[in-house]
């Protein structure tokens, strides 16, 4: 059974920094893409940010300068450091990631439970 593990939410003021990790465990033999969403209830599920197995990078236009993806594939991990926090950016913060299970079937997707990230002073 593969899962996502996500950790290092919390409260933190405007201004201050945080980094999320997400470790895959289980039998896999590989992450592909990687991503980060980020869902307050009753708003719409936004992708933060997206890291491709190579360490292609991408964000959303809110968090680009003060948000960074990174991996550690040796570790089977994925993190985001978030700088410059806004209150605007507390959100349940969710990894996704495509895992390959199987080498002749595609990778499957995979959520994490998510994180809470609270940005206020």
């Known amino acids: 059974q593969v899962q996502l593990v996500e950790s290092g939410g919390g409260l933190v003021q405007p201004g201050g920094s945080l980094r999320l990790s997400c470790a895959a465990s289980g039998s896999f033999f590989r992450l592909s893409i990687m991503r980060w969403y980020r869902r307050a209830p009753g708003r719409e599920r936004e992708l933060v940010a997206g890291i491709t197995s190579g360490g292609t990078t991408n964000y959303a236009d809110s968090v680009k300068g003060r948000f960074t993806i990174s991996r550690d594939n040796a570790k089977n991990t994925v993190y985001l450091q978030m700088n410059s926090l806004k209150p605007e950016d507390t959100d349940v913060y969710y990894c996704?990631?495509?895992?390959?299970?199987?080498?002749?079937?595609?990778?499957?997707?995979?959520w994490g439970q998510g994180t809470q990230v609270t940005v206020s002073s």
């Open positions: 996704n990631g495509y895992i390959v299970t199987d080498l002749g079937r595609p990778p499957y997707e995979y």
